[in-house]
């Protein structure tokens, strides 16, 4: 097994913790930190459930509204630390629900770029393991079933990088053998969503994502 590289540096390729592997990782800056921009300045009375709540009253594609979520400059796929974020499309159709769903989708393009990297790096993805706090959401998990056009898994614990140094940590003092029979013992699966009816929608709009950035980085 041999490491692979992105050549422009947009995946971050990593030793692994397990005898000749490696971690192959894209980074979208404004992940979570999106919605949590949005709930701290304009919804902050509302709780998370709440604005996904309401986000799902929003169609599929936002009315045509897009999120870029560059609130931190970028890395993947676009290692530029001035690229801004903001929504694009906006006209007075649209409403909070447009804008929240619209937050949700931008990020899920982010996540689907990193994915295809990933992928072409030569790695072969049947599923996508969700953890962290938007795992908890059903109707993101939904989304980003149908953006990344793959299955996507629940785990019993949504508990992401401080479970698996937990569980690096116990096999490095022997509870387990290694860390294949760690992660055999205390990484089970809960839920597997399918992509739905709006997969072919968003696949479509992702092209239309990948093509904003350029355009406003040429005035940034």
Known sequence: MKP????LGRVHTFCHAVPAAWHAMGVTQGAGLSLQWFHNNLAPNAT?????AEASQSQAGSQGLYWLPYLMGERTP?????ARGGWIGLTARH???DLIRAVLEGVSYSQKDCLDLIAGLGAEV???????GGARSAFWRQMLADVFQ???VQLETQEGSAYGAALLAMAGTGAFKSVEEACRECVREVESIEPGPNAALYAQNHHTYQ??????????
């Not at 998370?48 to 996904?52: A, C, I, N």
């Not at 093509?211 to 940034?220: C, E, G, K, Q, S």
């Open 126 to 132: 049947q599923s996508i393991r969700l953890s962290g």
């Open 78 to 82: 676009h290692l530029d630390a001035a």
């Open 150 to 152: 793959k299955p996507v």
């Open 4 to 7: 692979a590289y992105d050549a």
């Open 95 to 97: 409403n909070r629900a």
């Open 48 to 52: 998370y459930d709440e604005l996904t």
């Open 211 to 220: 093509a904003l950035y350029p355009a406003m980085r040429a005035v940034m």
